[in-house]
């Protein structure tokens, strides 16, 4: 008997590990027949892959539903799927305000959902799975997998256990656990095998990755990626999201030994004042921050870096917003990402009555925002002259341009033909713009000789 085919439409909100989800989530219904497309118009599945972590997430999910449920009246068949953090969060108040949906399943609960069309099928009604089993679903993710492409993203890791104050991730993602040594090293060859040139392994706290590796010991992320880096044909490794106080010592020494990993580092602090830190349930300080930078900096001098601040959190005075400002000039970041305080239902900060008034967040990102693009802006403009290797992914934005990453992360167009792809190659930079690099390929004999 042949399968039926199927169109399958998947939506993408928020992070990273959301857009890895819904690859695996495809992978998991390719076997029924499901085969991924574009629009979710004519789709027989549609699921909204969401995300909690800032404001107005469900009434953007409610006004998608809106238009959804006229297009599933014209469709026969059609089943709507609410997955992510606000299925997680908001499950009932999904199934009470769109009773057409006719599947709710949290982040740690997707590899059900071959056993969940199964359900839906034989019985109408809906199927809600909003349980934490992240240990079952990482090992239904070891199956096979589509091509991601030359970059790749690899989850090694999820949930979380730091609670701090503002964050709903702890209670979305569900507790800090470690996928297995041996299952990330299987899913890296194959990733290469299938054309992956760089990887960054994924996880909420991604540094606190620990597990058992092949020889028995115990490892930490520093030593994951020493054996990552034997992996033929993958040249350049990353990992995201770390938190300050797992950036351990041997971690910091894998960006001095390991060339393969790249010197740039996303390290979210969210505020540079040690009141607002304590309020936040950081654990760490703002001098506890700086000292790992100045330790990643002696391990590796050109490493750039990348934060998260949040502005007004509450009981944020403005000494404290003086004090996130300081410590950015202290740094000097190479991009940065900044957020208004956002209340998430059910987080300590939440109830807290020190609430910042909007107007007074409005300012302080827009003082922390100046200083952040300025920072990029000057990061960009200091590479132009330079010489620096770049990861062709695909084509450029014109005809005759190719699209690439330098090892710091920023996006280069540079002319050159389209069989680079997938290739690293030094090239000369014209020029740093705010947000990109344009570059010019180095010509074949200078750049054996280099
Ligand atoms: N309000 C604003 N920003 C937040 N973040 C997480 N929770 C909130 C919130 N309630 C930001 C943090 C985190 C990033 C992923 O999102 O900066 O590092
Ligand atoms: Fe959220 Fe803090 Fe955990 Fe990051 S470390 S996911 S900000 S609770």
Known sequence: ?????????????????????????????????????????????????????????????????????????????????????????????????????????????????????????????????????????????????????????????????????????????????????????????????????????????????????????????GRLLRALAEIPGLARLRYTTSHPRDMDADLIAAHRDVPQVMPFLHLPIQSGSDRVLLAMNRGHTADDFLRTVDALRAARP??????????????????????????????????AFSFKYSPRPGTPAAALTAHVPEAEKDRRLQEIQALLRAQQAAFNARMAGETVEVLFTGPGRHPGQLSGRTPWLQPVHCDGPPSLAGHVRPVRIVAGHPNSLSAHLVPEPEAAAA
Request: hydrophobic content about 40%; some cysteine.
């Open 302 to 335: 050109d490493i750039a870096l990348s934060s998260d601040f949040i502005a007004g959190h509450p009981g944020e005075r403005e000494a404290d917003h003086a004090a996130t400002l300081a410590l950015i000039g202290r740094v000097g970041f190479a991009q």
């Open 1 to 221: 008997m042949t399968t039926p085919r199927r169109r399958l439409h998947i939506q993408s909100w928020g992070c990273q590990m959301n857009v890895y989800d819904s690859h695996r989530m495809a992978d998991l219904l390719r076997p029924l027949g499901y085969e991924p497309c574009e629009t979710p118009a004519g789709a027989d599945m549609v699921i909204l892959n969401t995300c909690h972590i800032r404001e107005k997430a469900t009434e953007k999910l409610f006004s998608e539903l809106g238009r959804l449920r006229a297009l599933k009246a014209e469709t026969p068949g059609m089943v709507l799927a609410v997955a992510g953090c606000v299925a997680q969060a908001e499950a009932a108040e999904v199934a009470a305000r769109a009773p057409y949906v006719d599947m709710v399943f949290g982040p740690q609960s997707y590899h059900r959902l071959p056993e969940m069309v199964a359900r839906l099928s034989r019985a109408a009604g809906r199927v809600i799975v909003t349980e934490f089993e992240t240990d079952e679903k990482f090992d239904a993710l070891n199956g096979a997998s589509a091509p991601q492409g030359v970059t790749a993203f690899l989850t090694v890791q999820e949930g979380c256990d730091k609670f701090c104050a503002f964050c709903v991730v702890p209670y979305t993602r569900g507790a800090e656990r470690s996928r297995p040594a041996l299952h990330v090293l299987a899913e890296a060859r194959r990733l290469a095998a299938q054309g992956a040139r760089e990887v960054t392994l994924l996880g909420q706290n991604v540094n606190a990755w620990h597990g058992e590796g092949p020889d028995g010991r115990a490892w930490g992320l």
